[in-house]
């Protein structure tokens, strides 16, 4: 028997940017790494979801460049492994998927490939399991199979399956079609005549989805191919060929091959799911009280009903209003009513083009050897508060336009300025001159947190002339 012939292979895509969902979700942070509902981010669940080793292989995660420290480092939190592969640039489902199915024929061309979303929500991963386990046969005779959810109600939002005949010995049909998301009059008709939720899911043998896109998209087939074989190595990811992937048609997976395919199968599955899309959704998926409010953080609410509100700091308070979002962030407040909750992806779309900072970025960002968080800024400064997790360590640098003093408040700090090297200890500081080549690193078992204060004419991002790095940035 072949290997991995029983199993099957997780492949988790880990792309977007969630601006629904703002300010929670931002491309400094995109929502699949947050917790928005208990206490692990929706990417680890769908992680956990797929590492029983009697049905999955080692999962891969195929995600963009700028979060690969923030999925592995949420991938080590819930002591999971995983192949990850960096998209260079994002080229949509279709060319993601297409080198899944590459790397999928390379443990053997028939392993059976589950596609799943990094931002999805499923309740019951017992009930998941299972519904893998009935796809898996369908999917083993040469069927691209997806979960087709049972509709709990006439959504707007996801797209729809008319399932068509039953496939022989399985609990699977058919597609007869595939429809866009419909008006409310179209969805609830839908559901009258036995249609199911698209969600996005797919289960196919490796050698078939590449037949179909060699069939109906051979130019994103062969990008997908060449990025792969060329791909390099750069510490614990494989990272994709620019020149060859950039080559990619950018279009779904849905359009490229699955609204065309003869081989298309549905499985009907009924455990709770939802694919988050906005705060209107998140609502819908949160334990609520019974007023039906979905509170979480430093809230108070009085005569409010059917509302969302989320505070990570300041107290925020809601009186007298109903079906309502509010999220507030240290650097950002929204306000919006909760049918309308979709509409915050113009309100990004609108600050970007106003290029305003606050659309894309946290006051705190993340790095791959910890985080640093926006105290203040001014005319000729800046404050910063940085956490550096154990053996972390910056890159060797220096600054044209700004000098720095460096405040430790918790751990040890090894510092290097130009030839010295001194550690540091809680109260203690050191001075960075303009110009100087320094480099700070946690030599110890806690994290190390400073706060560092810029003084100069320039204190942006991009005045970090990188001389060494062990992250390869």
């Given at each position: 028997?072949?290997?991995?012939?029983?199993?099957?292979?997780?492949?988790?895509?880990?792309?977007?940017?969630?601006?629904?969902?703002?300010?929670?979700?931002?491309?400094?942070?995109?929502?699949?790494?947050?917790?928005?509902?208990?206490e692990?981010?929706?990417?680890?669940?769908?992680?956990?979801?797929?590492?029983?080793?009697d049905?999955?292989?080692?999962?891969?995660?195929?995600?963009?460049?700028?979060?690969?420290?923030?999925?592995?480092?949420?991938?080590?939190?819930?002591?999971?492994?995983?192949?990850?592969?960096?998209?260079?640039?994002?080229?949509?489902?279709?060319?993601?998927?297409?080198?899944?199915?590459?790397?999928?024929?390379r443990?053997?061309?028939?392993?059976?490939?589950?596609?799943?979303?990094?931002?999805?929500?499923?309740?019951?991963?017992?009930?998941?399991?299972?519904?893998?386990?009935?796809?898996?046969?369908?999917?083993?005779?040469?069927?691209?199979?997806?979960?087709?959810?049972?509709?709990?109600?006439?959504?707007?939002?996801?797209?729809?399956?008319?399932?068509?005949?039953?496939?022989?010995?399985?609990?699977?049909?058919?597609?007869?079609?595939?429809?866009?998301?419909?008006?409310?009059?179209?969805?609830?008709?839908?559901?009258?005549?036995?249609?199911?939720?698209?969600?996005?899911?797919?289960?196919?043998?490796?050698?078939?989805?590449?037949?179909e896109?060699e069939?109906?998209?051979?130019?994103?087939?062969?990008?997908?191919?060449?990025?792969?074989?060329?791909?390099?190595?750069?510490?614990?990811?494989?990272?994709l060929?620019?020149?060859?992937?950039?080559?990619?048609?950018?279009?779904?997976?849905?359009?490229?091959?699955?609204?065309?395919?003869?081989?298309?199968?549905?499985?009907?599955?009924?455990?709770?799911?939802?694919?988050?899309?906005?705060?209107?959704?998140?609502?819908?998926?949160?334990?609520?009280?019974?007023?039906?409010?979905?509170?979480?953080?430093?809230?108070?609410?009085?005569?409010?009903?059917?509302?969302?509100?989320?505070?990570?700091?300041?107290?925020?308070?809601?009186?007298?209003?109903?079906?309502?979002?509010?999220?507030?962030?240290?650097?950002?407040?929204?306000?919006?009513?909760?049918?309308?909750?979709?509409?915050?992806?113009?309100?990004?779309?609108?600050?970007r083009?106003?290029?305003?900072?606050?659309?894309?970025?946290?006051?705190?960002?993340?790095?791959?050897?910890?985080?640093?968080?926006?105290?203040?800024?001014g005319?000729?400064?800046?404050?910063?508060?940085?956490?550096?997790?154990?053996?972390?360590r910056?890159?060797?640098q220096?600054?044209?336009?700004?000098?720095?003093?460096?405040?430790?408040?918790?751990?040890?700090?090894?510092?290097?300025?130009?030839?010295?090297?001194?550690?540091?200890?809680?109260?203690?500081?050191?001075?960075?001159?303009?110009?100087?080549?320094?480099?700070?690193?946690?030599?110890?078992?806690i994290?190390?947190?400073?706060?560092?204060?810029?003084?100069?004419?320039?204190?942006?991002?991009?005045?970090?002339?990188?001389?060494?790095?062990?992250?390869?940035?």
């Open positions: 028997m072949s290997e991995g012939s029983n199993h099957i292979l997780p492949v988790i895509m880990c792309g977007g940017s969630g601006t629904r969902l703002w300010p929670a979700s931002r491309d400094s942070m995109p929502k699949q790494f947050i917790n928005l509902l208990g692990h981010s929706t990417f680890q669940t769908a992680v956990e979801r797929v590492t029983s080793p049905l999955f292989l080692r999962p891969a995660i195929v995600s963009s460049n700028d979060v690969r420290f923030i999925a592995a480092e949420q991938l080590a939190q819930i002591g999971a492994k995983a192949d990850i592969i960096l998209e260079p640039i994002q080229r949509d489902s279709a060319a993601a998927i297409a080198v899944a199915a590459c790397h999928a024929a443990i053997h061309p028939e392993t059976v490939v589950l596609v799943i979303a990094a931002d999805h929500v499923i309740d019951d991963p017992a009930a998941f399991a299972a519904s893998c386990r009935a796809a898996f046969e369908p999917a083993r005779q040469g069927y691209i199979m997806t979960l087709g959810v049972v509709p709990q109600y006439p959504a707007t939002s996801y797209g729809y399956i008319q399932p068509g005949k039953a496939l022989k010995g399985t609990e699977a049909f058919r597609v007869d079609r595939f429809v866009e998301k419909p008006n409310s009059e179209t969805a609830q008709s839908y559901i009258d005549q036995g249609f199911l939720w698209n969600s996005g899911n797919f289960m196919f043998r490796a050698d078939v989805m590449l037949e896109l069939r109906f998209q051979p130019d994103i087939l062969a990008a997908a191919r060449q990025a792969l074989e060329s791909a390099a190595t750069d510490l614990d990811f494989v990272r060929n620019e020149e060859a992937f950039k080559r990619a048609p950018k279009t779904s997976i849905d359009y490229a091959v699955m609204e065309r395919t003869e081989r298309a199968g549905v499985l009907p599955v009924s455990f709770s799911w939802s694919d988050i899309g906005s705060w209107g959704a998140l609502w819908d998926a949160s334990p609520r009280d019974e007023a039906g409010n979905a509170l979480r953080g430093n809230v108070e609410v009085v005569e409010a009903r059917n509302s969302l509100v989320h505070s990570d700091d300041i107290l925020t308070t809601v009186v007298g209003i109903d079906d309502i979002v509010v999220v507030a962030k240290p650097d950002a407040v929204l306000v919006t009513s909760r049918n309308r909750s979709e509409m915050v992806k113009e309100l990004v779309v609108s600050m083009a106003k290029q305003r900072p606050e659309a894309s970025e946290h006051i705190r960002m993340y790095r791959p050897w910890g985080w640093y968080q926006r105290i203040d800024r005319d000729r400064f800046q404050v910063k508060r940085i956490m550096v997790q154990p053996g972390g910056l890159s060797l220096k600054h044209h336009h700004r000098a720095e003093h460096w405040v430790v408040v918790r751990g040890t700090a090894e510092v290097v300025v130009n030839q010295d090297v001194v550690m540091l200890h809680e109260n203690e500081s050191v001075y960075i001159p303009i110009g100087a080549v320094h480099r700070l690193t946690n030599p110890g078992r994290p190390l947190e400073l706060i560092e204060v810029q003084v100069g004419s320039y204190t942006g991002e991009d005045d970090i002339i990188r001389v060494e790095d062990v992250y390869g940035r």
